[in-house]
């Protein structure tokens, strides 16, 4: 009458089997602790320390630059910020502000009542000139965006 340690005597093992599933707790536990850390100094890293800069003559690094803005008017007149060119100028003015200026933004806006076709011929040649970032605006329909 001995004691069998891991049998029932019938020669099966036990009912002990190893777990094949993931325990996933220890890890949200883990995640939890994290955000409320990083919920807790967040704003500590923003807030930064107040210090009361000296004045200075010196110029500032960068300038602004006045944005692009190529326009089709309701004349069918075409702008170059405010001034007016022609079709056939159009890619050079923008080749030599390129060439002054750095690549930019190009924003293109077009009257409602030119057709289509103008305004994206309008696009085809800012492209053209050597201008990868182009932007069509618009105006917000009034009581929207408000």
Known sequence: MGMSVGNNGSGEES???PISEINITPMVDVMLVLL?????????????????????SAAKVSQPKKPMIVSLGPDGGIYIREDQVTVESLVPRLEALRQAEGDTVVYVRGDKIRPYGEVMEI???VGK???????LLSKPKAGEGE
């Open 15 to 17: 009912g002990y089997r």
């Open 36 to 56: 409320i850390i990083f919920m807790i100094t967040a704003p500590l890293l923003v807030a930064g320390v107040p210090v009361e800069l000296p004045s200075t």
């Open 123 to 125: 696009l085809g040649r």
């Open 129 to 135: 000139s050597g201008y990868s970032r182009v932007s």
